[in-house]
């Protein structure tokens, strides 16, 4: 069975800084890109930034500049280091790992539980 956990939200200021982590655990085999996503309350959720197994990253408009995705495959864990964070940046922030290939098979669409971010003064 596989899971997706994060872990690091909490409350900031704005203009603060926080790091997400998010680890599948589980047998692994690969998995081929991993992604955050947030969810503010009332509002769809909505892809924040992407980075695919070699590296290639891909972000939000609305992060561009202010956060960095990275990972470590032999892990298996997938970061998200928020900068220069903002109010309207508040929402719960899921992990999502499209498809894992595991020694059973392939497990399509992990999502992890969700960590809860709050940007206030």
């Known amino acids: 069975q596989v899971q997706l956990v994060e872990s690091g939200g909490g409350l900031v200021q704005p203009g603060g800084s926080l790091r997400l982590s998010c680890a599948a655990s589980g047998s692994i085999f690969s998995i081929n890109y991993m992604a955050w996503y947030r969810q503010a309350p009332g509002k769809e959720r909505e892809l924040v930034a992407r980075i695919t197994s070699d590296g290639s990253e891909n972000y939000a408009d609305f992060v561009k500049g202010r956060f960095t995705i990275s990972r470590d495959n032999a892990k298996n864990t997938v970061y998200l280091q928020m900068n220069s964070l903002k109010p309207e940046d508040t929402a719960v922030y899921y992990c999502?790992?499209?498809?894992?290939?595991?020694?059973?098979?392939?497990?399509?669409?992990?999502w992890g539980q969700g960590t809860q971010v709050t940007v206030s003064s």
């Open positions: 999502n790992a499209p498809v894992i290939t595991t020694p059973r098979g392939v497990v399509y669409g992990s």
